[in-house]
């Protein structure tokens, strides 16, 4: 999990990294094929990054208490 970026570009920078090693690491190993990054709160930074699978649960059910 990246460090917590408020803003979309801070966000991007992050994904984009990751998308990085995930591409040199596809060059050896081309069945790899999803890159799951991002959650509820920056998940239209990492699709838009390129991630196959993203975590929802607090958009889909709400914080939870702990």
């Given amino acids: 999990m990246p460090k917590v970026h408020e803003d ?5 920078a992050v994904f984009r990294q ?3 090693i995930f591409d040199e690491l596809k060059l050896r190993h081309p069945e790899i094929d999803q890159l799951s990054m991002g ?3 920056d998940m239209q930074a990492a ?5 196959t699978m993203v975590r ?3 958009a889909l059910f709400g ?3 702990y």
């Avoid at 699709?47 to 991630?51: D, F, L």
């Fill in 8 to 12: 979309f570009t801070g966000q991007r």
């Fill in 18 to 20: 990751a998308k990085g």
């Fill in 39 to 41: 959650m509820s709160a």
């Fill in 47 to 51: 699709i838009a990054e390129g991630a």
């Fill in 56 to 58: 929802v649960g607090t």
């Fill in 63 to 65: 914080a939870r208490n």
